[in-house]
């Protein structure tokens, strides 16, 4: 009995009103079997949390925080470091380049995010038609995530070759002016936009798929006899059902895009210039190529304040209702 | 009418996707000197299969496919089973520290892998687990934080009257989730299963950095041993691609087959 | 609430594990002369080796199964790692203090990692097994000198020359590019010989009336931001130097010579029309594209380095021909750089690792390598070795010998090398575009460089 009142007075006290209401107070009853399976019920899902909890703090909860301790250090991995307080920190704001890449990041956010999750979200839907030969279509869709990037990066920076690559035959084919691609200060980052577009849509078309299969045919159903029209059961019905894969989808894919680095990595090593210099570049840059492991630090730490405020963001405005009934 | 701009689309789409594969299944076949050769989707003037013999002959290819199956056979075991049963806490079960907690898992995807790194690696120094499977296994087969995400998102989709009503029978919370909320989370666990498996085959920086001896070696490290200072053995590398990535398809058709036929089969939905 | 606290003791003692990785036993490259006789047991000691390029492996595999024979109480692990990986993943084992035994070095990493004292000073062992560093090219002997002593010895070097199409230069009736000049206003045989093999459409050369330089299907050389297998040796042919001094902290491009030689270079795109554009020749992909076009026989010729011999040869369907570089106002100069294995300071086995060096710096290993072509040997008497098996191939590549004997310069070696390197290459393909000025571009290039020697961010 004490364990469940104690219990029920920290909830009261800690409790954050829409975050963790928990058990509530009047469960304290003197049934011996029922405070039993309370105890169980209050226990469980310490219990089954924590497998993961174990190997999440461990594996990368401990890391990260790590990487907090080093930004306050100046280290170049090869001899011992030294506190530098908020130094690292100071010199960042003073960083042109720094700076740079950040906005060049945010520009390779808007341009993938957007497209990336629209087209993705379209092709769940055709794919969700009972028409024959959508299972072939489905894998098609998904192979060009199922590659492996380091290989797939060197074939696109062939298809992007200004004289001789297959786009700019396509373009000049059809009559379009030719693009410069990778190697044009204006075009690059787009370029790299795309390939990783193209890589993603597919995966992220899996979560919406499984999302669409997850709503019950009785809704469509019912307001069919409502006399609703396929574009109104999207915004009425498909999307607010979708919205929690939706919440997923942009929360993980919009994580990834701000660490973009293995396409820009493989094709362009940022250039031309400092074009393509993403922020997640940059900070492998200055750990691995300029040894300044506690500047990078300090940079990734950033990074990770920026991304923390998107996400709960998004939270917010896209997960808002994800706790509604179904009903 | 309707269905065949579908299929325009949709073969639109899949050119798009499936086009720079072609080449890379051309090259494979090419000798080294014909890989550049005129236009982009031109044919080997003989296939040949000598790019394939050479790279299982001068590197332990098949080594490093078991070794890649290993890993991501235990990697997707421990994430559908922990994952799930973590998801389910965070979804359903309310509990002191849960936002907190949730928000923390999230929170370590926010830091560039590129730094943590080294802490994680020194840690694995610590463990004496360079250099071994623990160290390429046990960052995933706990669950990892997108894998608890994906599931936790898909299991406030299902209706709570089902659970009340198997609660009202007695049911304790582990019977529930058996035999209500795993039933109906087949497309989703499938879906986990198949992204878990596929990220595992295709990890590349940290295997590479956590391992070193040939016998360690995974699949996504062969490939790009082909990868030279200043340019690349494209046939090889190519053929070495093709080799990986034939079994994340036919896993793929499998799976999609099992999960898309067992959602229409239920009819639940 | 334990549990929070017990994670939150745990954060910093990682955290401090994490830092002090690498001093840990920072004493023990001193005491690595003492712990030798402790290491000289009889049971078998395996050490890695780690290295890059995937080609030379077959080689060192060949002298390395000689070594074992020699020495059955050794084994050696070969670990190759592609050059994208390689740096960051050797620099992820130092910072936890498991490098390994032995390992491939580049001047560029070289003054970093010595002056944080992670590489074995070899002189003792030098002296104790009296190797004869006469035998050795010497610049390549003080490429890894530091404060007098030294940190590798010299196994390999490559020098640049031009590699041009045999069969096109037939075709076309060009006498082949064997003895070319080059100065910076009008730009000598070099660009007259460019000019011949760069043909449009309707089959005009540059210069030709009714030339298009919009259409051309053939182009003569290539003008690409690679600073060792390019403009580096045209600068040093002006008199140019890039570095003050090994360990030096100034760049001195920027000279009036500096900037004639670089717009020079740029006119062989912008203005005699003999190169692929400048989109071609960017930092990322230049070195690429022009081995690519090369092969495609879409190019004529280009400057490359000795290490491109195989994968170029291999995929050329046409006879591949080696020349010297044009002739510059200060003469031939070529830059000429060598790769050297370092011994990590913290090996656990320094006698067995030395002997590995030593091995791999010796005639009979240096032979074994030559005589298969992989790479040029270190020990200029086992050179011809390397030049019989190319010939074997077709191939004559005595031009790089010819140019290792002359003038040469090498690579700049100096702390941040790295950081400086890459504030240049953006600045210059800014310039390859034709954005920016040779003057303005080397003029920002030097000054980035220069705050990043003087140990900026």
């Known amino acids: 009995m004490g364990g469940v009142s104690s219990h029920a007075h920290v909830d009261l006290k800690y409790g954050d009103g829409g975050m963790s209401t928990t058990i509530s107070t009047r469960t304290v009853h003197s049934d011996k079997s029922l405070m039993r399976e309370k105890m169980a019920r209050s226990l469980a899902p310490y219990l089954l949390v924590f497998p993961s909890f174990v190997g999440v703090m461990a594996f990368m909860l401990i890391p990260a925080l790590a990487v907090i301790v080093i930004s306050f250090f100046k280290w170049n991995m090869l001899s011992p470091p030294n506190y530098v307080g908020l130094h690292n920190y100071v010199d960042i704001l003073h960083d042109p380049i720094a700076l740079h890449s950040i906005v060049t990041t945010a520009y390779y956010v808007l341009l993938n995010i957007p497209l990336q999750t629209v087209v993705a979200i379209m092709l769940a839907l055709l794919l969700n038609r009972r028409l024959p030969g959508m299972g072939i279509f489905r894998a098609l869709f998904v192979l060009p995530w199922l590659a492996a990037p380091v290989a797939i990066s060197v074939v696109w920076q062939w298809v992007f070759d200004p004289t001789s690559g297959v786009f700019d035959a396509l373009l000049s084919s059809i009559g379009l002016p030719r693009l410069q691609w990778l190697a044009s200060p204006t075009e690059a980052l787009p370029a790299v936009a795309l390939v990783n577009i193209w890589q993603w849509t597919g995966y992220n078309m899996l979560f919406f798929l499984a999302g669409l299969q997850g709503i019950p045919k009785y809704l469509y159903e019912a307001s069919e006899l409502d006399g609703s029209g396929k574009v109104r059961q999207f915004f009425s019905i498909t999307l607010p059902l979708l919205r929690p894969t939706l919440l997923f989808v942009l929360v993980t894919s919009v994580i990834g895009s701000f660490q973009v680095f293995d396409t820009v990595y493989v094709m362009t090593q940022g250039g031309p210039g400092t074009s393509t210099n993403v922020y997640n570049f940059y900070i492998f840059q200055q750990g691995f190529q300029f040894f300044h492991m506690g500047y990078a630090a300090a940079l990734s730490v950033i990074l990770f304040v920026v991304i923390l405020l998107v996400t709960l963001f998004q939270m917010r405005f896209v997960g808002k209702r994800t706790t509604y009934d179904l009903g | ?269 | 609430m334990k549990l929070k606290k017990k994670i939150l003791s745990v954060i910093p003692a990682v955290s401090l594990l994490t830092l002090a990785g690498c001093g840990v036993s920072n004493d023990t490259s001193t005491s690595a002369l003492k712990s030798q006789e402790s290491a000289s047991t009889s049971h078998v000691v395996t050490l890695r080796y780690m290295l890059w390029d995937p080609n030379e492996e077959i080689g060192y595999k060949k002298s390395i199964a000689v070594f074992e024979k020699l020495h059955p109480n050794i084994k050696v692990q070969i670990e190759q790692y592609p050059w994208s990986q390689y740096w960051q993943k050797l620099q992820t084992e130092m910072a936890a203090g498991t490098a390994p035994d032995l390992f491939w070095d580049h001047v560029t990493y070289f003054p970093t990692f010595v002056t944080n004292g992670q590489l074995l000073n070899l002189t003792p062992y030098i002296k104790q097994s009296h190797v004869n560093l006469k035998q050795y090219y010497p610049n390549l002997v003080k490429q890894y000198e530091y404060q007098g002593n030294i940190y590798g010895l010299p196994k390999d070097w490559d020098t640049i020359a031009i590699f041009y199409n045999k069969d096109l230069f037939a075709k076309d009736h060009v006498a082949p590019p064997t003895n070319l000049t080059w100065n910076p206003s009008t730009g000598g045989t070099l660009v007259k010989t460019a000019e011949q093999m760069t043909v449009d459409k309707n089959g005009k050369h540059p210069g030709q009336p009714g030339f298009n330089p919009n259409q051309i299907v053939q182009y003569g050389f290539m003008s690409y931001n690679s600073n060792q297998s390019f403009y580096y040796n045209f600068l040093a042919e002006n008199g140019v130097q890039v570095l003050n001094k090994q360990f030096g902290t100034q760049v001195l491009m920027d000279t009036p010579q500096g900037v004639q030689t670089m717009q020079s270079l740029m006119n062989l795109i912008y203005k005699y029309h003999v190169s692929p554009p400048g989109s071609e020749g960017t930092l990322a992909n230049g070195g690429a594209n022009a081995q690519r076009l090369f092969e495609q026989g879409k190019l004529a010729m280009y400057t490359d380095g000795d290490w491109d011999l195989t994968p170029v040869v291999s995929s050329c369907k046409f006879h591949v021909g080696i020349a010297l570089l044009p002739v510059g106002p200060k003469g031939r100069v070529s830059v000429m750089n060598g790769l050297s294995d370092a011994i990590y300071a913290k090996t656990k086995f320094p006698k067995q690792a030395w002997e590995l060096e030593e091995w791999l710096a010796s005639p009979q290993s240096e032979k074994i390598l030559a005589s298969g072509g992989y790479v040029w040997p270190g020990i200029p008497s086992e050179a011809p070795l390397f030049a019989k098996a190319w010939a074997k191939k077709g191939v004559d590549v005595t031009p790089f010998l010819t140019e290792s004997k002359g003038k040469t310069i090498s690579f700049p070696i100096t702390q941040n090398w790295g950081q400086a390197e890459n504030a240049i290459d953006k600045e210059f393909d800014l310039m390859w575009l034709n954005k920016v000025s040779p003057q303005q571009a080397l003029q920002q290039a030097v000054q980035q460089a220069d705050g990043a020697l003087a140990g900026g961010q």
């Open chain 2, 1 to 269: 009418m309707g269905n065949v701009v579908t299929y325009i689309v949709l073969i639109i789409g899949a050119f798009i996707s499936v086009f720079p594969y072609l080449w890379s299944i051309l090259t494979s076949l090419k000798p080294e000197n014909q890989v550049f050769s005129s236009h982009f989707f031109s044919l080997p003037t003989h296939p040949d299969w000598g790019n394939y013999v050479h790279i299982f002959q001068s590197v332990d290819l098949g080594r490093y496919l078991l070794n890649t199956l290993f890993v991501a056979v235990v990697s997707v075991a421990g994430q559908v089973v922990f994952g799930s049963l973590a998801a389910y806490a965070f979804a359903r079960l309310d509990f002191r520290g849960k936002n907190a907690i949730f928000l923390a898992y999230l929170s370590t995807l926010m830091v560039p892998n590129i730094v943590t790194l080294i802490p994680l690696f020194i840690m694995m120094k610590y463990l004496g687990w360079i250099n071994t499977y623990y160290a390429l296994i046990a960052p995933t087969v706990l669950g990892t934080p997108v894998g608890i995400f994906l599931l936790r998102q898909f299991f406030l989709t299902i209706p709570a009257e089902l659970e009340e009503a198997a609660r009202l029978d007695g049911a304790g919370i582990l019977r529930t989730f058996v035999q209500i909320i795993i039933p109906l989370s087949r497309p989703i666990l499938s879906t986990l299963a198949i992204i878990t498996f596929v990220s595992s085959w295709n990890n590349f920086l940290w295997p590479l950095i956590v391992t070193n001896s040939d016998q360690m070696k995974l699949i996504s490290v062969g490939i790009a041993s082909f990868q030279m200072q200043y340019g690349t053995e494209w046939n090889y590398m190519m053929a070495a691609a093709t080799v990986a990535l034939l079994p994340l398809v036919i896993l793929f058709l499998f799976f999609q087959r099992y999960v898309i036929e067992s959602i229409q089969l239920t009819g639940l939905k």
